[in-house]
């Protein structure tokens, strides 16, 4: 399933034009340019959103990708960075373009 949208941030103007697909694997974007990730991350049904403070707003667990880092390790560090969580289940389900 691909659902395309988009949006646009209150707080700075951007237009986020959002891709979500269900992939099975991340094999279909390891060549993409893609730069940073985010994660839609749950614990006991809840959604877990992490305080920004630069931004002074509350966001999905993300951030840039190192160099040789894949997209898995880029999730992982995130999350656990930024939440101070582990991930026991992970599976990428969102891709952002935002151009």
């Given at each position: 399933m691909i659902i395309n949208s988009s949006f646009i941030s209150r707080k700075t103007g951007l237009i986020w034009n959002i891709k979500y697909e269900e992939l099975d694997s991340f094999d279909s974007?390891?060549?993409l340019p893609i730069q940073?990730?985010?994660?839609?991350?749950?614990y006991?049904?809840?959604?877990v959103v992490v305080h920004a403070p630069?931004?002074?707003s509350w966001?999905?667990?993300g951030g840039g990708r190192e160099?040789?880092?894949t997209f898995e390790e880029c999730i992982i560090?995130?999350?656990q960075e930024e939440s101070n969580d582990c991930?026991?289940?992970k599976a990428l389900r969102l891709i952002y373009d935002n151009k």
């Open positions: 974007i390891r060549n940073a990730v985010g994660a839609l991350c749950f006991n049904d809840k959604l630069k931004k002074d966001e999905m667990p160099a040789g880092e560090r995130e999350i991930m026991m289940n």
